[in-house]
């Protein structure tokens, strides 16, 4: 059983930045795409980017495009998500995710794999 641990949230002003880390454990996902997904309260849980097992084919919303940039580490079986320019409707529980299949994909239900979420809080 593989186990995904989410950090770097918190709190922060809008037009800053954070940096958020997906931590495996358990098991090696290098061969199975990620995500990040994050949900607002009364929102649905959404797709803000996805990476391929290499990292060489990745999406991002296009709420957050320009904006966030989705990297992977397999040799230390992390992901990442770089935030800039945070505004406050970013502000979300974001998700770590991950598939059993390879491809990249922005489809909630087809991750079987996820994280508790960390806390992201944008202020205006």
């Known amino acids: 059983q593989g186990k995904l641990v989410e950090s770097g949230g918190g709190l922060v002003q809008a037009g800053g930045s954070l940096r958020l880390s997906c931590a495996a454990s358990g098991r090696t996902f290098s061969g199975n795409a990620m995500g990040w997904f994050r949900q607002a309260p009364g929102k649905e849980r959404e797709v803000v980017a996805a990476i391929n097992w290499s990292g060489g084919d990745t999406f991002r919303a296009a709420s957050v495009t320009g904006r966030f940039t989705i990297s992977r580490d397999n040799a230390k079986n992390m992901m990442f998500l770089q935030m800039t320019r945070l505004k406050p409707e970013d502000t979300a529980v974001y998700y770590c995710?991950?598939?059993?299949?390879?491809?990249?994909?922005?489809?909630?239900?087809?991750?079987?794999?996820w994280g508790q979420g960390t806390q992201v809080t944008v202020s205006s």
């Open positions: 995710a991950a598939r059993e299949a390879s491809d990249i994909e922005i489809r909630v239900a087809k991750y079987e794999y």
